[in-house]
């Protein structure tokens, strides 16, 4: 179960990090009227990857397919589906206590 735990928080701190990293970075640039750097753009990408893995590991954790997400950027589903990824308790993972009964 700890370890379950764990990959939610671990999609909190990618999605908390990912949020406060292009808020400020992009926001920065765009006050000052320049053109953000290609390092900015390599950053956001790699933390967009970590996002989508994270994503697909707690539709797994839910026995969902990986492929849900790919409803992210349809605007309202996406974000409820992001919520209800972050809030929701990992399910048991098939054949878990089943062999308990006939022990």
């Known amino acids: 179960m700890k370890n379950l735990l764990s990959k939610r928080i671990t999609l909190w701190g990618i999605v908390v990090v990912y949020a ?3 808020m400020t970075t992009w926001d ?3 006050a000052k009227g320049v053109e953000a750097p290609i390092s900015v753009f390599i950053v956001s990408i ?3 990857m970590l996002y989508i893995v994270a994503s697909v590991f707690r539709c797994h954790e839910l026995n969902w397919s ?6 992210y950027p349809v605007p309202i589903v996406g974000l409820l589906l992001l919520l209800f990824l972050l809030f929701k308790k990992p399910s048991a993972p098939e054949g878990v206590g089943e062999n308990i009964a006939s022990s």
């Open 66 to 71: 990986g492929w849900r997400i790919l409803a």
């Open 46 to 48: 790699g933390f967009l």
């Open 20 to 22: 406060v990293f292009s």
């Open 28 to 30: 920065m640039y765009e």
